[in-house]
């Protein structure tokens, strides 16, 4: 069964960085795609950006261009989320997704397997 467990939320000032950690185990990956979501409150989950485990091509939303970058490590079995120039607007939990199906990666619907989340804190 795959498992997925973010690390690495926080509070950070805007202008500033974090680095997500999304640990993956239960398959073998090279047939999914990964990617990461966001939720603030209230709001309902949106999609941050994705890439398929072989690394192309990445797909990110326009709100994140530029800004955030997504990365796997295939020895350990990790996808990072390096986040720069954080924005108040960054706040919210961040959740890693997983999915063999590469269709619409942008919508929560297509993804099956989900951690638990991270909260980012982005003040201004």
């Known amino acids: 069964q795959v498992q997925l467990v973010e690390s690495g939320g926080g509070l950070v000032q805007a202008g500033g960085s974090l680095r997500l950690a999304c640990q993956a185990s239960g398959d073998t990956f090279d047939r999914y795609w990964m990617g990461w979501f966001r939720q603030s409150p209230g709001k309902e989950r949106r999609f941050a950006i994705a890439?398929?485990?072989?690394?192309?091509?990445?797909i990110r939303s326009e709100s994140v261009e530029g800004r955030f970058i997504i990365s796997i490590d295939d020895a350990s079995n990790t996808v990072y989320l390096q986040m720069n120039d954080l924005k108040p607007e960054d706040t919210g939990v961040y959740y890693c997704?997983?999915?063999?199906?590469?269709?619409?990666?942008?919508?929560?619907?297509?993804?099956?397997?989900w951690g638990q989340g991270t909260r980012v804190t982005v003040s201004s």
């Open positions: 997704a997983a999915t063999t199906g590469g269709g619409e990666v942008h919508k929560a619907s297509a993804w099956p397997y």
């Open positions: 890439v398929p485990w072989t690394g192309h091509p990445e």
